[in-house]
């Protein structure tokens, strides 16, 4: 069974520039959440996408949303980058949503390098 | 407010040796769980260990258990006889209301030979 695939697993952009990321959950996992990973915050949540609906959503700007995908597939955007979106992003997958299954699976994640 | 609390920066351990990574937590909730993820340098989080707020019994995983004392809000997880491979960041991460994952600051962990 395939585990969770985030793509890019690279990416620079420029200070101003969008972005999207992607993730592909294990087969059958209908929840995927995102987490940003820096030095500084640490782990932060950012969303939770349960069967296409966003259940939960952390203390971010607008500038960062997502959406989900009828076949669980996940993209997160940020808008108009700034230095300090330069992290880590964390994608997790689960069967239930996460209130319900304690289980979540990590992706690779995305580094993201804003200059 | 939530809050996970991992206290040691850093911890070295040798080979074969037991090792205990500390973390306490804040919450006003009555139901919770309390997880602990390990990231290699590859940056991948792999699930280790959960522990709910109403498990009587400490979980255990293999070489890794979960020493949880409830009264004094601390999950600490032990690992035993170490192995190089264990050699990672690991994060403390508790679930309450709202659903949300909230992590603490993680722990360096080094096993020599």
């Known amino acids: 069974k395939a585990g969770v695939t985030q793509t890019p697993r690279y990416l620079i952009k420029t200070r101003g520039q969008q972005v999207t990321l992607s993730c592909s959950p294990i087969s059958g996992h209908r929840s995927v959440s995102w987490y940003q990973q820096t030095p500084g915050q640490g782990l932060q949540f950012l969303f939770e996408y349960f069967s296409e609906t966003q259940r939960n959503k952390g203390n971010f700007p607008g500038r960062f949303s997502g959406r989900q995908f009828s076949n669980s597939r996940s993209e997160m955007n940020v808008s108009t980058l700034e230095l300090g979106d330069s992290a880590l992003y964390l994608c997790?997958?689960?069967?239930?949503?996460?209130?319900?299954?304690?289980?979540?699976?990590f992706g690779p994640g995305t580094r993201l390098t804003v200059t | 407010a939530q809050k996970i609390t991992q206290t040691q920066p850093g911890m070295f351990v040798q080979e074969k040796e037991a090792v205990t990574l500390d973390c306490t937590y804040d919450t006003s909730d009555q139901s919770y769980g309390l997880f602990w993820y390990k990231q290699p340098s590859s940056g991948e989080m792999i699930f280790l260990i959960y522990?709910?707020?109403?498990?009587?019994q400490n979980a255990t995983e293999g070489r890794y258990s979960l020493n949880f004392q409830k009264a004094r809000k601390s999950a600490n997880l032990v690992i035993s006889a170490s192995q190089l491979g264990d050699s990672a960041m690991y994060f403390c991460?508790?679930?309450?209301?709202?659903?949300?994952?909230?992590f603490g600051t993680g722990t360096r962990l080094q096993v020599f030979p």
């Open positions: 522990q709910g707020s109403y498990d009587e």
């Open positions: 997790a997958s689960s069967l239930l949503p996460t209130s319900a299954s304690y289980e979540q699976y």
């Open positions: 991460a508790m679930r309450g209301r709202g659903d949300k994952l909230i």
